[in-house]
């Protein structure tokens, strides 16, 4: 066992801590300056950006918001337009810039080859790692400190790194997704609550975006997951265990696509597995087999044994294709 690799390991969880805290300490930053009209870039400010007058407004607009497209403009908005330049971080905006001209291009690349220094490559990297940090963290704010701005000042206070919130006001189900909890049951001298910068983040989305649009973000988290675990799974050696957790897996999501009556994916799945190469190969073989032994001829469909060329196929990639083709067959109108 190593001490020292324990405490490295240690030391990385430290400064992700020590990165949410200074976080709040730069959302408590702003919030002040907003509290006291100075939250402006050349007389610019949030509500002029948003079209609002004030914290009930910007509420209003935002909940209004139906697709996630609009919460991501409105943040980068925020960024570039407040956040950065306040902080002097000018060099961060991001700005549309012209495609470079061919000349530019060769001209940048004669550049970079006359540069020899050993760490050039790493220093430009360290910059990079750095500057990316720190836009990463302006974008991680941009919700908190409009949620904030959106509270009466009486309900939250700055308390030794973190943001302590009453969530008298805070809808039931809102605080039941973000905290776990029915506030209804919990005494009045208890809903005061503290929150690291991951759960006023959750606290602040939770508040200003569209239900519609909240209920979208889960989903896709939700997918992306599950895209993740499959491509670990596939991407793993095969072993029979494995094979057979996947087939219960299998079983199970298609059950959940029939209870929720998603028939086209059924129909599609269906169809992939007449494409299968080396299953598709094995059920030819086997027909063939019996062919040569017998003069019955039977084709196989899934497990069922058909005569040859009594049966038709329907082309269909949805249950409407599939009943449409199915009628014009039977000449049902």
Same mark, same amino acid.
């Given at each position: 066992?190593?001490?020292?690799?324990?405490?490295?390991?240690?030391?990385?969880?430290?400064?992700?801590?020590?990165?949410?805290?200074?976080?709040?300490?730069? *959302? =408590?930053?702003?919030?002040?300056?907003?509290?006291?009209?100075?939250? +402006?870039?050349?007389? !610019? /400010?949030?509500? &002029?950006? @948003?079209?609002?007058?004030?914290?009930?407004?910007?509420?209003?607009?935002?909940?209004?918001?139906?697709?996630?497209?609009?919460?991501?403009?409105?943040?980068?908005?925020?960024?570039?337009?407040?956040?950065?330049?306040?902080?002097?971080?000018?060099?961060?905006?991001?700005?549309?810039?012209?495609?470079?001209?061919?000349?530019?291009?060769?001209?940048?690349?004669?550049?970079?080859?006359?540069?020899?220094?050993?760490?050039?490559?790493?220093?430009?990297?360290?910059?990079?790692?750095?500057?990316?940090?720190?836009?990463?963290?302006?974008?991680?704010?941009?919700?908190?400190?409009?949620?904030?701005?959106?509270?009466?000042?009486?309900?939250?206070?700055?308390?030794?790194?973190?943001?302590?919130?009453?969530?008298?006001? *805070? =809808?039931?189900?809102?605080?039941?997704?973000?905290?776990?909890?029915? +506030?209804?049951?919990? !005494? /009045?001298?208890? &809903?005061? @609550?503290?929150?690291?910068?991951?759960?006023?983040?959750?606290?602040?989305?939770?508040?200003?975006?569209?239900?519609?649009?909240?209920?979208?973000?889960?989903?896709?988290?939700?997918?992306?997951?599950?895209?993740?675990?499959?491509?670990?799974?596939?991407?793993?050696?095969?072993?029979?265990?494995?094979?057979?957790?996947?087939?219960?897996?299998?079983?199970?999501?298609?059950?959940?696509?029939?209870?929720?009556?998603?028939?086209?994916?059924?129909?599609?799945?269906?169809?992939?597995?007449?494409?299968?190469?080396?299953?598709?190969?094995?059920?030819?073989?086997?027909?063939?087999?019996?062919?040569?032994?017998?003069?019955?001829?039977?084709?196989?469909?899934?497990?069922?044994?058909?005569?040859?060329?009594?049966?038709?196929?329907?082309?269909?990639?949805?249950?409407?294709?599939?009943?449409?083709?199915?009628?014009?067959?039977?000449?049902?109108?």
């Amino acid at each position: 066992m190593s001490d020292k690799l324990h405490k490295l390991f240690n030391s990385i969880g430290t400064n992700t801590l020590n990165n949410e805290q200074t976080s709040i300490e730069i *959302i =408590e930053e702003y919030i002040k300056l907003n509290n006291t009209d100075k939250l +402006k870039v050349n007389n !610019k /400010s949030i509500y &002029l950006m @948003l079209g609002a007058t004030n914290g009930s407004s910007i509420l209003s607009r935002l909940k209004g918001y139906q697709k996630l497209d609009e919460y991501n403009q409105v943040r980068k908005k925020v960024v570039n337009g407040v956040i950065l330049p306040i902080a002097k971080f000018n060099n961060l905006v991001e700005v549309d810039k012209k495609p470079k001209t061919k000349k530019e291009k060769q001209d940048n690349k004669e550049d970079k080859q006359q540069i020899v220094e050993e760490d050039f490559v790493a220093n430009k990297s360290d910059k990079n790692i750095s500057d990316n940090a720190i836009r990463n963290t302006a974008n991680n704010i941009v919700y908190s400190i409009l949620f904030l701005i959106t509270q009466d000042k009486k309900a939250y206070s700055f308390e030794k790194k973190r943001v302590h919130i009453n969530i008298a006001n *805070i =809808e039931k189900n809102v605080v039941k997704s973000v905290f776990g909890f029915n +506030k209804d049951k919990v !005494k /009045s001298s208890d &809903l005061w @609550l503290a929150c690291n910068l991951t759960l006023l983040n959750k606290l602040a989305k939770n508040v200003l975006f569209n239900v519609k649009v909240l209920r979208s973000i889960k989903d896709t988290e939700s997918t992306e997951d599950t895209e993740q675990a499959i491509s670990e799974i596939l991407e793993s050696e095969y072993s029979e265990d494995k094979a057979k957790t996947m087939v219960s897996n299998i079983v199970k999501m298609l059950d959940y696509l029939d209870t929720n009556k998603y028939f086209d994916g059924i129909i599609q799945v269906s169809n992939h597995i007449d494409t299968l190469d080396e299953y598709g190969q094995k059920i030819f073989d086997l027909q063939n087999d019996v062919r040569k032994q017998g003069k019955n001829n039977y084709d196989l469909k899934g497990t069922w044994a058909c005569e040859y060329n009594h049966y038709k196929e329907i082309k269909a990639n949805t249950f409407e294709q599939l009943e449409s083709e199915y009628n014009k067959l039977l000449a049902i109108k």
